[in-house]
């Protein structure tokens, strides 16, 4: 089964970016040129998929905006002869075909994911978190589809982390059947210390078969009285097999400030313009410290 759809959840309010966030959707923060959101289209795209599902919510019409195509820009830079930045503004235009829902409340991943049912129908899809980045030789979400085509069953992108930070995760536990795929014998959303001997942390990839719906659906609301997707994907292991794959590649949580920051150094060194230059200044500034 070729997958055709991403699923994108940007309905958040970014309150941990407050006050940038007030207006501007903390998915269109920039990193270096790009907003984040464009660093997680690109993925995609790259991995083979071209229509995307925004879940989105009041206020973020900027979102849909940026890939839109528009008139009046195009015209201007064509115009002022500046080509190079007409390519880029056309090439944000042709990434991808956008559909988007309305989250009409803050019910936690599980019911952002839930509201894409009508859009997705009886076909598997990937679900990529809008504020997750992945940098890698290979995309994130095109390694785990070669799991998903072998195992035709649903799978996670796990990462390890220390184990006094677990309990910020969703983790899985589980047996290793081949180098970084695992078979889920367990979820379990934000354990408590102690009660957990994994380290296998759920990050924001996730190839998903059209029958989460039904266990998303019989899902209770879970920690923080949200319907958590951790929850309805334990459900789903339970009724047939789930795989975790421990992706490779460097990870940022772009939703969190200090994770913003470690994303805006790491591809600021990888600029193919400024990546000489911001070497430069950071070796500056650490003889300073």
Known sequence: MKIKKAVVPVAGLGTRFLPATKAIPKEMLTIVDRPTIQYIVEEVVASGIKEVVLVTASGKSAIENHFDYSFELETFLAQKGKLDLLREVKHISRLIDVVSVRQKEPLGLGHAVMVTENVIGEEPFVVVLGDDLVDAEVPCVYQMLRVFEKYQEAVVAVQRVP?????????????????????????????????????????????????????????????????????????????????????????????????????????????????????????EVAKGL
């Not at 059947?177 to 296998?200: M, W, Y």
């Not at 949200?226 to 795989?243: C, F, N, P, V, W």
């Open 163 to 283: 184990m006094e930070e677990t309990h910020r995760y969703g983790i899985v536990e589980g047996e290793e059947l081949e180098d970084g795929v695992f078979k889920v014998s367990r979820l379990i959303e934000k354990p408590a210390p102690g009660t957990t001997k994994s380290n296998l942390a759920i990050i924001g990839r996730y190839v998903l078969r059209p029958e989460i719906y039904d266990c998303l659906h019989r899902t209770l609301p879970g920690v923080g009285g949200e319907i958590q997707l951790t929850d309805a994907l334990d459900m789903l292991r339970k009724e047939r097999a789930l795989y975790a794959y421990e992706f490779e590649g460097r990870r940022f949580d772009a939703g969190d400030k200090f994770g913003y920051l470690q994303a805006t150094v790491n591809f600021a060194l990888e600029h193919p313009e400024l990546g000489a230059r911001f070497r430069k200044f950071l070796k």
